[in-house]
């Protein structure tokens, strides 16, 4: 089973509304990441949140964590078109030199 | 934009073929990593590397090779390909920091279809 998964599978918003989706895991981490791909591209990444915070702010971006519940959130706030994508959490697991990516949430925003 | 490339962006070619993609980086990171990616599904790390003459195996079981012999380098080869091989290969890499695992930057990946 998956270290990180996201929840939902996919979200469909319209435009100007705010998306949030969540992560769960299993184990203790150093950090949680937060990655948008667009179809067919790459990853790009957008936050990185360490065990020891609770929230982080990247312009229109807000994640949260708690690690008593081990579990993330994403918000982006005032969606906007060009937001549909997939995005991924990915947990820095303690004690390993390399995260464990979730499958991720597909977010369509429609205009 | 992360200054990571990879090519070929998009690779059809036939069973039992030899193939190398190619991943190459100029931010100097020391740790590189090659995942793949079904489509719509999760990315499964096969390959990653801590610094020159460094390769280790990730998660997910590969048929393929890779090599580090220069630190901005990271081709991954497949000696015999075949059809269950068709997938996405996204290359990555990042800084590389003890006891913490940091932001990776991606390659835009590469489409390989294997008839």
């Known amino acids: 089973s998956q270290q990180g998964e996201e929840d939902p599978q996919a979200l469909s918003i319209q435009e100007g509304e705010n998306a949030t989706m969540n992560c769960s895991y299993k184990?203790?981490?150093?950090?949680l990441q937060w990655y948008r791909q667009n179809s067919g591209r790459g990853l790009v990444h957008l936050i990185l949140?360490?065990?020891?915070?609770r929230e982080k702010h990247s312009g229109r971006l807000r994640v949260t964590l708690d690690t008593s519940k081990k579990s993330s959130s994403l918000l982006i706030t005032a969606s906007r078109a060009a937001d549909t994508a997939s995005y991924f959490c990915a947990t820095a697991v303690k004690g390993y030199q390399k995260v464990t990516f979730g499958i991720g949430t597909k977010l369509q925003v429609i205009p | 934009e992360a200054d990571i490339y990879q090519t070929p962006r998009y690779l059809v070619i036939g069973t039992g073929k030899k193939i190398t993609l190619e991943c190459s980086q100029t931010m100097g990171h020391d740790k590189m990593y090659w995942y793949q990616q079904d489509p719509g599904m999760e990315l499964h790390l096969i390959h990653y590397s801590y610094g020159v003459n460094s390769t280790e195996k990730g998660d997910l079981s590969s048929e393929s090779t890779v090599s580090r012999i220069r630190t901005e380098h990271f081709p991954l080869t497949l000696e015999s390909a075949r059809p269950s091989h068709t997938s996405q290969y996204l290359c990555a890499s990042s800084e590389y920091v003890r006891g913490s695992q940091e932001t990776q930057y991606f390659g835009p990946g590469t489409r390989l279809l294997v008839l």
């Open positions: 949140i360490r065990s020891n915070e």
């Open positions: 184990t203790s981490i150093n950090n």
